[in-house]
């Protein structure tokens, strides 16, 4: 049995003594064109643009109307031949030109990159943040102070190795 399409992208096949191949061989290379080291506009948006330009992406947003009704979710691209549309697959990454970082597919939904240029996120929830100025060593004080100086260097040299602070 031969297949009409491959498994994880839905690219159409070609056989021998097809009638026009170019065809489907075109409609392959606009999906790769789409997938590969992607881009989309945003992942906010549920209705089409009113001018895309040929080659822009989104990610369309749930309650999805007009041309992308039925579409949540997926990556719809704009192409000489209209909408074209892609149902993500686990591992799928595009970087959101809006937002400035990316997002990938983990076999269920969208989910936002963990490292972004403002800091490192865990949930959606940034966990750290730039990186900071040097904090000057715990100084002055009085005997029973040296203790809390020890702790508080402690936390510094943790926070300098961790490359959170700098040295």
């Known amino acids: 049995m031969t297949m009409e399409a491959t498994v994880r992208w839905g690219l159409p096949q070609l056989f021998a003594g097809q009638a026009q191949k170019e065809i489907f061989h075109n409609e392959a290379l606009t999906r790769i064109d789409m997938l590969l080291h992607g881009a989309a506009e945003s992942a906010d948006e549920n209705m089409p643009p009113f001018s895309p330009v040929e080659g822009q992406c989104w990610i369309v947003a749930e309650g999805a109307a007009a041309e992308w009704a039925g579409q949540a979710r997926s990556v719809a691209c704009w192409t ?43 949930d959606g929830l940034r ?17 029973p102070d040296a203790e809390a100086r020890a702790a508080i260097g402690s936390i510094l040299s943790a926070l300098r190795n961790h490359g959170l602070i700098d040295p």
Do not use: N
């Open 80 to 122: 000489e031949g209209g909408w074209r549309f892609v149902t993500p697959r686990a591992g799928l990454k595009l970087w959101l030109v809006d937002k400035g970082y990316s997002v990938f597919h983990d076999g269920v939904g969208w989910r936002q990159a963990a490292a972004r240029a403002d800091g490192l996120y865990v």
């Open 127 to 143: 966990v750290a943040g730039e990186r900071q100025p040097a904090i000057p060593e715990p100084t002055g004080g009085i005997a």
